[in-house]
C-alpha cells in the first residue's frame, strides 16, 4: 500500500522558517517527479515546487522563488520543502505529490 506522509507544518511568525518532509512507504521516490502543492482556505490547490528524479531539476511558483528550497534524500524516500522567510499568504495546507499519490497534507500557518 502505496502512502505519502507529510510533516513539519506548524504555526510560525512571518518572516520565519518551517521545513516539511514528505515521506513515502510501498513506493519508491528516486523513480518519480515529485511536487509539492498548497490550499489555501477557500482558494484552489496551487502548485508550489517540483523537484526531478536525481533532484538536479527544481522548478517553483512565482510566489515562492528564492524562499522556497525542494530537495530530496532518495535513500531515505524522503522530499523536502524549506521555506524561509515566510508571510502571511503562505497559509495553507501543504500536499506531497508524486506519480497519482497525494498525501493527507500539513497545515502552515504564519500569523503575528
Known amino acids: 500500500q502505496v502512502q505519502l506522509v507529510e510533516s513539519g507544518g506548524g504555526l510560525v511568525q512571518p518572516g520565519g522558517s518551517l521545513r516539511l518532509s514528505c515521506v513515502a512507504s510501498g513506493f519508491t521516490f528516486s523513480g518519480s517527479y515529485t511536487r509539492w502543492y498548497r490550499q489555501a482556505p477557500g482558494k484552489e490547490r496551487e502548485f508550489v515546487a517540483f523537484i526531478s528524479i536525481s533532484g538536479s531539476i527544481t522548478n517553483y511558483a512565482d510566489s515562492v522563488k528564492g524562499r522556497f528550497t525542494i530537495s530530496r534524500d532518495n535513500a531515505k524516500n524522503t522530499v523536502y520543502l524549506q521555506m524561509n522567510s515566510l508571510i502571511l499568504e503562505d497559509t495553507a495546507v501543504y500536499y506531497c505529490?508524486?506519480?497519482?499519490?497525494w498525501g493527507q497534507g500539513t497545515q502552515v500557518t504564519v500569523s503575528s
Open positions: 505529490n508524486t506519480a497519482s499519490y
